[in-house]
């Protein structure tokens, strides 16, 4: 497996099947701000929702062979592994990529546990091993993974322009950024000091320009 994290903003996401498990995979692509259309003759109540709140579009029918078509990706979660396999050999036939919930050996990729924190995306995976131990991975990092690292993701995006303007090279820059992001200052993020970190780190950066 080779992890990627793919760019969907707006592009054409499909999922086949309003089930359970299509509607994880449907809050995985919305979180990725995909353009979601459901292919089923069925939604559950949460997709229902979804729905009437304008957040995907419903093709209401079975899957037949034709419905894939310039999607930029397709998962398939229906409950009839006959489909699921038809829906796979469409998408391969077409380059489109797919992930089948019920079939790692079909799948072009596998979707993993995620954490998100803004910007900052901690993915947890076991290559179809036990998706149940990907998740309890998942549910520890949480416990670790600050909420305090969103907002300090974007001052960084800041100072890392700044940084860009003021240290002349690449290889200075790394060591600069290695240097800079140690404990002292992640401690801080954690307590919520983000100021005296963003300060921190400009000053730093001061330091460079004089
Ligand atoms: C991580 C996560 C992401 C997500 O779906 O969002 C995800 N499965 C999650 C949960 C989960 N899935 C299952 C259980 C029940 C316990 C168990 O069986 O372990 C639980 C636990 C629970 O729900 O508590 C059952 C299951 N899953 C698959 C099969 C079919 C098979 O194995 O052939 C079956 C058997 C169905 C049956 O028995 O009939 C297949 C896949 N599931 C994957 C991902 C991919 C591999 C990920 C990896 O590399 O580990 C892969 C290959 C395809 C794919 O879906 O991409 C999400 C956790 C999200 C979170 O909570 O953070
Ligand atoms: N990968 C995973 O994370 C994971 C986890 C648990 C289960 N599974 C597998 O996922 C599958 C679905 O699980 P679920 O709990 O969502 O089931 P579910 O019964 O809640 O939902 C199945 C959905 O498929 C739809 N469907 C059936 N035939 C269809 C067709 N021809 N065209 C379009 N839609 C069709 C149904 O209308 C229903 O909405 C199961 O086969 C299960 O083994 C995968």
């Known amino acids: 497996m080779y992890p990627v994290n793919l760019i969907l903003d707006d592009k054409?996401?499909?999922?086949?099947?309003?089930g359970k498990v299509a509607y994880r995979?449907?809050?995985?692509?919305l979180a990725a701000n995909a353009a979601v259309t459901v292919l089923a003759p069925i939604l559950e109540e949460q997709l229902i929702l979804l729905k009437k709140a304008g957040k995907i579009r419903w093709l209401d029918k079975i899957y037949t062979e034709g419905d894939i078509t310039n999607y930029a990706l397709v998962i398939c979660a229906t409950d009839s592994e006959k489909i699921n396999?038809?829906?796979?050999?469409?998408?391969?036939s077409k380059k489109i990529l797919i992930n089948i919930v019920?079939?790692?050996?079909?799948?072009?990729?596998?979707?993993?546990?995620?954490i998100r924190r803004g910007d900052l995306l901690v993915t947890s995976s076991t290559n179809g091993k036990s998706p149940a131990m990907a998740r309890e991975i998942r549910r520890e990092l949480e416990k670790?993974?600050?909420?305090g690292y969103a907002p300090f993701i974007e001052i960084l995006a800041l100072l890392r322009e700044e940084a860009m303007q003021a240290i002349p090279t690449?290889?200075?820059?790394?060591v600069f950024w290695r240097d800079i992001l140690n404990e002292d200052v992640l401690m801080l993020v954690r307590n919520g000091r983000l100021k005296e970190a963003e300060d921190k780190i400009r000053n730093a950066i001061s330091s460079f320009r004089s």
């Open 102 to 114: 019920d079939c790692l050996p079909l799948c072009d990729f596998a979707v993993p546990a995620v």
């Open 12 to 18: 054409p996401c499909l999922v086949i099947g309003g």
């Open 144 to 147: 670790i993974l600050d909420v």
């Open 170 to 174: 690449f290889r200075q820059r790394e």
């Open 25 to 29: 995979k449907v809050k995985g692509l």
């Open 85 to 92: 396999q038809a829906a796979a050999i469409e998408a391969k």
